[in-house]
T-cell receptor, first 111, second 113 residues
């Protein structure tokens, strides 16, 4: 069965304190991995797509990386406005319609 | 922001009543999805559509039906609401299925009493 696990469930950082969020998975065949940000009361907002091991994508203070077993979302010098829940989702080689979502990491950045 | 509007944003209903949630898009995307989000679970797919009048079931489709009579509108109906269907419902659209991401609306919070 295709599974995805995000860790930690929650993370509290001080402003400027860099860290990483993890998305690990066991799937039969991965076509791609998406990262999303979700603010309270809102829908998930797309951040990145990663397709192959070794690939990296960056946007402002965020950098996403992918290996064969996991993806990391690195947050460099975070600000309070980076506080949100971060979700990863897997797209398999078969069944492109049916993404598998992790339960997310709740990030709180304190000033 | 992707042009996705969900209505209503909040609804409280009683057990046993039918409920319809609406998703409207202005992007002319072919693919549309309904997900539910519950604490401790990732987003779970209820139904999806790959064109007008073309729909299929997701992993948690029992008790739900959908319809798509126009490209821009995708309706989710709870035929007879139960307390286990209390959730936040998200609609999503997608340009293609080969690699493009889903873009989500801001959700409908449904409470079944």
């Amino acid at each position: 069965e295709d599974q995805v696990t995000q860790s930690p469930e929650a993370l509290r950082l001080q402003e400027g304190e860099s860290s990483s969020l993890n998305c690990s998975y066991t799937v039969s065949g991965l076509r791609g991995l998406f990262w999303y940000r979700q603010d309270p009361g809102k829908g998930p907002e797309f951040l990145f797509t990663l397709y192959s091991a070794g690939e990296e994508k960056e946007k402002e203070r965020l950098k996403a990386t992918l290996t064969k077993k996991e993806s990391f979302l690195h947050i460099t010098a975070p600000k309070p406005e980076d506080s949100a829940t971060y979700l990863c989702a897997l797209m398999m080689n078969t069944g492109f319609q049916k993404l598998v979502f992790g339960t997310g990491t709740r990030l709180l950045v304190s000033p | 922001d992707a042009g996705i509007t969900q209505s209503p944003r909040h609804k409280v209903t009683e057990t046993g009543t039918p409920v319809t949630l609406r998703c409207h898009q202005t992007e002319n995307h072919r693919y549309m999805y309904w997900y539910r989000q519950d604490p401790g679970h990732g987003l779970r797919l209820i139904h999806y559509s790959y064109g007008v009048k073309d729909t299929d079931k997701g992993e948690v489709s029992d008790g739900y039906s959908v319809s798509r009579s126009k490209t821009e509108d995708f309706l989710l109906t709870l035929e007879s609401a139960t307390s286990s269907q209390t959730s936040v419902y998200f609609c999503a659209i997608r340009e293609d299925i080969t690699g493009s991401p889903l873009h989500f609306g801001n959700g409908t919070r449904l409470t079944v009493t």
